[in-house]
């Protein structure tokens, strides 16, 4: 397993000590060291794509596994929101779709043979969801902080659907019988 790979595999890894940290109170800190967890993760995110790019390391588990991880830690973290009173369960309902419509998608892509990657839409989205989630975390004493929370909030749903409509409009002809 290379290098990529085995960071997108730590990324999965490191979400249930991420959510152990997030979800209780073991010290005064704790929601600070959740904060670093994720970003670590989603760091790892950034790291494992450049390098398999760079060293030409991209693999169909890669491919496939790097979206999947971060499907994992974003929506692990916002369902976590949910039961911390940050964010409205239907926001999360629609993103948790989106993921769940696209793995069905790349799953009949693949009896296909075909592996799709993540396109640009869909990582710039993953991006907004990411910094939504650092933000929800820190939860900075100051007051306009809940407004820039709920911006982002709302720009992380918008850019899920619109990313949703692009990778089906740019991969519909996988749906035709061949």
């Known amino acids: ?9 730590a990324r999965v890894i490191m979400i249930p ?14 929601r600070y060291v959740a904060l670093a967890i994720f970003i670590i993760a ?6 494992d794509g450049k390098i398999a790019r760079k060293y030409n390391l991209v693999t169909n588990f890669g491919k496939f596994m790097d979206p999947l991880a971060d499907k994992l830690l974003v929506c692990s973290a916002m369902i976590a929101f949910i039961e ?7 926001v999360v309902i629609i993103i948790i779709a989106r993921e769940f419509i696209i793995s069905g ?5 693949a009896e296909k043979n075909v592996v799709i990657a993540a396109g640009m839409s869909g990582k710039i989205k993953t991006t907004v969801q990411m910094i939504m989630c650092c933000l929800l975390i820190a939860r900075l004493p100051f007051g306009f902080m809940r407004y820039v929370e709920q911006v982002f909030i709302y720009a992380a749903l918008v850019l899920t ?5 692009v990778y089906l409009v740019q991969n519909k002809d996988i749906l035709k019988d061949n």
């Open 1 to 9: 397993m290379n290098l990529p790979n085995k960071l997108t595999i």
């Open 17 to 30: 000590f991420f959510l152990v940290f997030l979800m209780t109170d073991f010290f005064a800190g704790s």
């Open 42 to 47: 989603s760091l790892t995110d950034m790291l």
């Open 84 to 90: 911390l009173g940050l964010i409205p369960a239907w």
């Open 105 to 109: 998608f790349r799953l009949i892509a």
């Open 161 to 165: 659907v619109y990313s949703l409509i």
